[in-house]
């Protein structure tokens, strides 16, 4: 019996232990070209955070990069012991949607390799799709086995609880499968990522998000009774109605022993307009670590009452805001970028 066929195997939240976090450099063939010194400026700020509790297993597209990146990294004075390189192909960085989904069992893991189709087939995804089958062929985790699932699914469009509850949005996974009634979705993801039941949300959006309404843009579990959103107050703004909505929603979702969830809304930051396109800034692409939550700051007077809400939710973590506004231009945030991988993946 493989790891993956395992009865006891599940898929742990978000806030249980991790070996590392899973990132891809940007470079100048990705699509942050235009604008790369930037966005590097903001991988030093992440890898920073990041390795003051845990490890980063960076993926570079080739050594000059790597060298390039360890450069960048150590003239910050990050603790390079705790970045692990892999030299692999990839077409983005948006690791949240390309990486493995990780189930964990007494006896091992299983990493569940879903098609990468670029959000639909809206960009090239040949390599992104190939990094799970690479990184595991090129040994990185340990005591693993691969599952291949001819199924397209991002890791930013499920969200769960570690005890067998999903939350997810009904228009993403729509969107990838339009010819597929709600049920059998439920049950396919039930199935695959050993859930006991699927919670869909029918409402909320970003103006500038081409991942179809990804949760990890809307709402996440802070733990199995809570849920942290993106709430929006100000009536003149076009995501009012939808956002409202949405909160209305999570109102009426019940934890598995019939209790309504601890909400906890985020503030709303001012409209980010570049080049006359508005961009997703959502405080709720943050990132959970080994002791800490980070959370994406956009350089507007809610960065600090979004930290506020977070250390509310999460309230035995240290809360780290990550300068994330460079991110935003590419249609996503701090949590699209990485993929946490389970302790006891990476060898030591």
């Known amino acids: 019996m493989t790891h993956c066929n395992r009865d006891d195997a599940r898929l742990p939240a978000e806030w249980e232990p991790q070996a590392a976090i899973l990132l891809a450099w940007p470079h100048a063939g990705t699509d942050w070209a235009e604008r790369l010194e930037d966005v590097e400026e903001t991988y030093i700020a992440l890898v920073a955070a990041i390795t003051r509790f ?32 892999a030299t692999v192909p990839y077409d983005d960085t948006w690791l949240r949607d390309s990486g493995p989904i990780t189930l964990v069992s007494p006896g091992g893991a299983c990493l569940l390799d879903f098609r990468f189709t670029a959000w639909g087939g809206k960009f090239e995804a040949a390599q992104d799709d190939r990094l799970v089958e690479r990184l595991h062929q090129m040994g990185f985790f340990s005591n693993s086995a691969r599952q291949n699932i001819d199924f397209a699914l991002e890791g930013g469009a499920i969200d769960v609880d570690g005890q067998g509850t999903l939350l997810s949005t009904w228009q993403c996974l729509h969107e990838r499968h339009p010819d597929a009634a709600r049920e059998d979705l439920s049950a396919k993801l039930a199935t695959w990522l050993r859930q006991e039941r699927v919670l869909w949300l029918d409402h909320g959006y970003l103006e500038g998000d081409d991942t179809d309404a990804h949760i990890d843009t809307l709402a996440r579990f802070a733990a199995p009774d809570a849920i942290v959103f993106q709430a929006c107050d100000d009536e003149a703004d076009s995501h009012y109605a939808e956002l409202q909505a949405m909160a209305a929603e999570l109102a009426t979702l019940r934890t598995r022993d019939g209790k309504p969830y601890r909400l906890f809304p985020l503030p709303w930051p001012q409209p980010i307009v570049d080049d006359g396109r508005r961009l997703a800034a959502s405080y709720a692409n943050f990132l959970i670590v080994n002791g800490a939550v980070l959370v994406p700051a956009y350089g507007d007077p809610a960065d600090g009452l979004a930290a506020g809400v977070l250390a509310q939710a999460f309230p035995d973590r240290e809360i780290v805001q990550v300068p994330c506004r460079a991110l935003i231009w590419q249609n996503g945030s701090l949590h699209c970028l990485t993929m946490q991988v389970p302790q006891g993946i990476i060898a030591e």
């Open 54 to 85: 845990q490890r980063v297993l960076l993926c570079v597209a080739d050594d000059d990069i790597e060298a390039y990146a360890r450069a960048r990294l150590s003239s910050a004075r990050i603790d390079m012991g705790r970045v692990i390189f």
